[in-house]
């Protein structure tokens, strides 16, 4: 199956500063992904969906200056978690979607998620 | 999408089939049933998906009811690694530059 990987799988990171997340598609061309957050013992919450090539867009309450996603290429899409404080710690996990594989398959792809802890 | 109604939580032994119901009332012709399941502290992995009829996969058996309305997930022979948070999330089948949106499922916990 598809595979899909996050970089780096944890952080810990000083209040103020910023933090990248990398989402990966292994073996196949994601032409969306998708950027989730979880905090502890809750569901996972959509932040916001990236195309390659384009802007992404984001879920109401999430501020897109705050959380810059960058969809450059076909198999990578970045996070960035700008001047992080502590109420930004949470999981973040992204999915990816291959228009090919979804219509034989499952639609979504998850990553093993990146574990944020901001000091 | 339809909305679904999971139980908050379960309890199954191991070695024994866990079956996890999910209610989807309002659901439309054309919406798929999928599962998905999170591990601590994991991504989530899918499981299995179907429309009408019931399905079965080498993790999972989905059976449908007639009227669509419900549906359970069956693990035939749960082990200590089937405890998970389970979801149900009910959605049109070509959607695919859409997100899915998960409930808050069911919490499986297998127990020697």
């Known amino acids: 199956g598809a595979v899909v990987s996050q970089h780096p799988s944890w952080v810990i990171c000083k209040s103020g500063t910023s933090v990248k997340i990398e989402c990966r598609s292994l073996d196949f061309q994601a032409t969306t992904m998708f950027w989730y957050r979880q905090f502890p013992k809750q569901s996972l919450m959509l932040m916001a969906t990236?195309?390659?090539?384009?802007?992404?867009?984001?879920e109401q309450g999430v501020e897109k200056d705050k959380f810059l996603i960058n969809h450059a290429s076909l198999t990578l899409s970045t996070l960035t978690v700008t001047s992080a404080h502590p109420e930004d710690s949470s999981f973040y996990i992204c999915?990816?979607?291959?228009?090919?594989?979804?219509?034989?398959?499952?639609?979504?792809?998850f990553g093993p998620g990146t574990r944020l802890t901001v000091l | 999408d339809a909305k679904t109604t999971q139980p908050t939580s379960m309890d199954c032994a191991e070695g024994r089939a866990a079956n996890l119901p999910c209610n989807h009332s309002t659901i439309s012709g054309n919406e798929y049933v999928y599962w998905y399941r999170q591990i601590h502290s994991q991504g989530p992995q899918y499981i299995i998906h179907?429309?009408?009829n019931n399905e079965t996969n080498e993790m999972a058996s989905l059976i449908i009811t007639e009227d669509r309305k419900s549906s359970t997930l069956i693990l035939p022979h749960a082990t200590l690694r089937d405890t998970a948070v389970y979801y149900c999330?009910?959605?049109?089948?070509?959607?695919?530059?859409?997100?899915?949106?998960f409930g808050k499922g069911t919490t499986l916990s297998v127990s020697s």
């Open positions: 179907g429309l009408k």
């Open positions: 999330i009910v959605r049109v089948r070509d959607q695919a530059g859409t997100a899915l949106i």
């Open positions: 999915s990816a979607n291959d228009r090919v594989l979804s219509l034989n398959y499952n639609e979504q792809f």
């Open positions: 990236s195309n390659e090539g384009s802007k992404a867009t984001y």
